[in-house]
Nanobody
Framework: QVQVMESGGGLAQPGGSLRLSCTAS????????VAWYRQAPKQQRELVAR???????YYKGSVQGRFTISGDNTKNTLVLQMNNLTPDATAVYYC????????????WGQGTQVTVSP
């Protein structure tokens, strides 16, 4: 059973920054797709950023230029650096791992809450 764990959420003011981290009980980078999703209250879960070995890096348009997804192989950690936060970033953020060969077999963490408020 693969365990995925997110951390780093919290409260930030508009214009502030937060750094989310994701680690797992297996090598994160053994998956060829690693991603961050978020789910705001009463909204569907949406893709925020993804690193794909065959599709490259993707960002949701509204976070492009402000959020950065990256990996640290030495620490087995996937990071989402979020700068210049806006209130619409308020959501639970989830780390997601899967292989393109089995796209329905996805591993999710429990999520970490991000709240952006004055």
């Amino acid at each position: 059973q693969v365990q995925v764990m997110e951390s780093g959420g919290g409260l930030a003011q508009p214009g502030g920054s937060l750094r989310l981290s994701c680690t797992a009980s297996v090598d994160i980078f053994s998956f060829n797709n690693v991603a961050w999703y978020r789910q705001a209250p009463k909204q569907q879960r949406e893709l925020v950023a993804r690193i794909s070995s065959n599709k490259g890096t993707y960002y949701k348009g509204s976070v492009q230029g402000r959020f950065t997804i990256s990996g640290d192989n030495t620490k087995n950690t996937l990071v989402l650096q979020m700068n210049n936060l806006t209130p619409d970033a308020t959501a639970v953020y989830y780390c997601n791992l899967f292989n393109a060969s089995a796209p329905r077999l996805r591993y999710w963490g429990q999520g970490t809450q991000v709240t952006v408020s004055p």
